[in-house]
């Protein structure tokens, strides 16, 4: 199949990857939109992987107010080069973490960044209610587990659905990010504020 200009355009505006990265998986996947936008994604998850160890020293810091005043964000996403910080991509990308943060008031970062006191007394309640369920302890052990997954998939920003694509959360959205801007982005910290809090 003869791959044209318009189906690379279609594929770039979908996906935001380079024109010769598109007309490639075009090619590979013989002109099939939806194939060639997953071997695209397959490759941006595979070139990010690479980025990630990569030194992050320039970015961003953004303050979203939500409407109304009272409740607002501050945010540091970092990347490696100030040409990156200025670009729309990047900056629409710390905007919609931004509003993120602010509708699903995560507790950290990632499990790393959550307070051990808090990540204890969730754990010990969990196993608390499946030892009194009566359920064998080897049984109760995993019950306990699973509930602290769910725990970590509602409080850990990098594991929360993404507000805007429930279908990824927010570290694949990072992932994207990194595959179409092409440098590594790490999100610093952040602290949400809202009023009574």
């Known amino acids: 199949m003869e791959i044209t200009a318009k189906m690379v355009k279609e594929l770039r505006d979908k996906t935001g990857a380079g024109m010769m990265d598109c007309k490639s998986a075009l090619s590979d ?3 099939d939109m939806e194939k ?3 071997i695209l994604r397959k490759k941006g998850i595979a070139k990010a992987e690479k980025k990630a160890s990569r030194e992050v020293k320039d970015g961003l810091i953004h303050a979203y ?5 009272k409740l607002g964000v501050l945010v540091e996403v970092n990347c490696e080069t100030d040409f990156v910080a200025k670009n729309e991509d990047f900056q629409e990308f710390v905007h919609n973490l931004s509003m993120h943060i602010a509708a699903s008031n995560p507790l950290g970062i990632d499990r790393e960044s ?24 080897h049984i109760a052990e995993k019950i306990a587990t699973g509930k602290m997954e769910k725990f970590y998939a509602e409080s850990v920003l990098l594991e929360q659905p993404y507000i805007r694509d429930p279908e990824k959360n927010v570290k694949e959205y ?18 949400r504020y809202q009023i009574g809090d």
């Open 174 to 191: 990072l992932t994207e990010v990194i595959a179409r801007i092409g440098e590594n982005i790490s999100i610093r910290r952040f602290v």
């Open 114 to 137: 959550l307070p051990g006191d808090i990540v204890e007394k969730e754990l010990r309640i969990y196993k608390e209610q499946a030892a009194e369920s009566g359920k064998p302890e």
């Open 36 to 38: 060639a936008v997953e």
């Open 29 to 31: 996947a013989k002109g």
């Open 65 to 69: 107010i939500h409407p109304g005043g």
